[in-house]
């Protein structure tokens, strides 16, 4: 009792999910993607980095014996015991300049984490679709192996009056076991589908998916006609916060030229004479910025001048991805409507009356063999192009959405 327990509590992540409704899977997805939790994680430890930017450096505290001589006894004059501290006193403007790379670098985090989640809703998606046009080929050849059945019927019943040779038999159940072949190579084709999703899903690779066929309103669905990527892509916003971050760096780097100032005060206490304090100041000498802080701040300049390069790049990648999935939407929907509404009837009513002409006799085998396998090819060619229509979208509101790229 306690296994089978222990059995369904494993599996009730699989029973809860509604394979019928890819949004179901790719919440999912979304919540067990380990990519996300790691980039979450990042996300939270750059924030953690943002205080300590823009903090003083901590103080440091000071104590001993000065001037003690070599027999460990005082010297009047000279022996002090001291104590003090210090503190670094970081100008503004470096400590501006570090906290505003340091959001930056979070920032960039947090758009790398929304590019990321709009290709993984791709990859459920198209694998979904794909599964779902995978049952709808097999359906469709079923259908077709039911009507085979008929001819078969057909064929046995002429052989049996004589009116048909038994080789018309044989061609018969000839043709009815490449159906089968085709069945078990979809099947198998929807096993790795399957594997995949699971995979996606992070569920038991044994999992049962039921039959997913494509819904009826895919044919329906449409797709954008804007090719340019919006101004708010996560992708592309992502390389404008890198280069931000560059200007940050070049800031930084600038701010080095006027060097930080460290104070330090000392109390000194001699027991035969007065006590003693010092206040001292300290401050770098930039004699060397040629070499300690220019090469920083032209290599910042060259990845500021990278960075926008990038978004260019990025933004072109982009719109081409996009532009690519309107026109091959629109090539696959017109085929899919061309099919549906002129091919597919057609082949029907070829292989409908070829089928009826042949068991009056009135038609040779070949006719109703050449009709069946035209009628099957343009039935699968639909549901092909039909799942092309349906990626295509898929990709397209992919891109839209912060994708960085097209598959």
């Not at 003083?56 to 009047?76: A, C, F, H, Y």
Request: proline letters at 5%; aromatic letters at 4%.
């Amino acid at each position: 009792m306690k296994k089978l327990l222990l059995l369904l509590l494993a599996a009730s992540p699989a029973l809860a999910l509604d394979f019928q409704d890819p949004r179901a899977l790719v919440a999912r997805a979304l919540e067990t993607n380990p990519s996300l939790t790691r980039l979450r994680a990042e996300v939270s430890a750059a924030r953690e980095r943002v205080a300590p930017a823009e903090s003083l450096p901590n103080p440091m505290l000071m104590t001993g014996i000065q001037n003690k001589q070599i027999d460990l006894r005082d010297d009047e004059m000279m022996t002090m015991y001291m104590v003090g501290a210090s503190q670094t006193f970081v100008r503004p403007e470096k400590r501006a300049a570090r906290r505003d790379a340091a959001e930056l670098e979070a920032r960039a985090i947090e758009l790398q984490l929304d590019s990321v989640r709009a290709e993984i809703e791709r990859d459920v998606r198209l694998t979904w679709y794909e599964l779902a046009a995978t049952d709808s080929a097999i359906a469709t050849t079923q259908t077709v192996r039911e009507m085979i059945d008929a001819i078969v019927a057909s064929a046995r019943v002429r052989y049996e009056v004589g009116n048909a040779a038994q080789a018309d038999v044989i061609r018969a159940q000839l043709q009815l076991s490449n159906l089968d072949h085709d069945v078990l190579r979809l099947k198998g084709q929807r096993r790795a589908t399957v594997a995949r999703l699971l995979t996606l899903l992070d569920l038991p690779v044994d999992t049962g998916v039921p039959f997913t066929p494509l819904p009826e309103e895919t044919a329906q669905l449409t797709i954008g006609r804007e090719t340019i990527p919006p101004p708010s892509h996560p992708a592309i916003v992502a390389l404008q916060t890198e280069s931000q971050r560059a200007k940050a760096e070049i800031a930084l780097a600038n701010a080095d030229l006027r060097p930080d100032v460290d104070v330090e005060a000392q109390y000194g206490f001699r027991r035969a004479q007065r006590d003693m304090f010092s206040v001292v100041a300290r401050i770098e000498l930039p004699l060397r910025s040629k070499t300690l802080v220019e090469p920083r701040v032209r290599e910042a300049m060259l990845r500021h001048e990278a960075a926008e390069a990038a978004i260019e790049e990025m933004r072109r990648a982009i719109a081409i991805g996009m532009t690519d999935a309107v026109a091959a939407h629109d090539s696959a929907t017109e085929q899919m409507r061309f099919h549906h509404e002129v091919l597919v009837p057609q082949a029907q009513l070829a292989f409908e009356s070829t089928l009826a002409a042949y068991q009056t006799g009135k038609a040779q085998f070949d006719a109703i063999l050449d009709t069946e396998a035209a009628y099957l090819e343009l039935r699968l060619q639909y549901v092909e192009f039909l799942a092309d229509h349906v990626r295509a979208i898929v990709n397209y509101e992919a891109l839209r959405d912060g994708a960085r790229g097209s598959l």
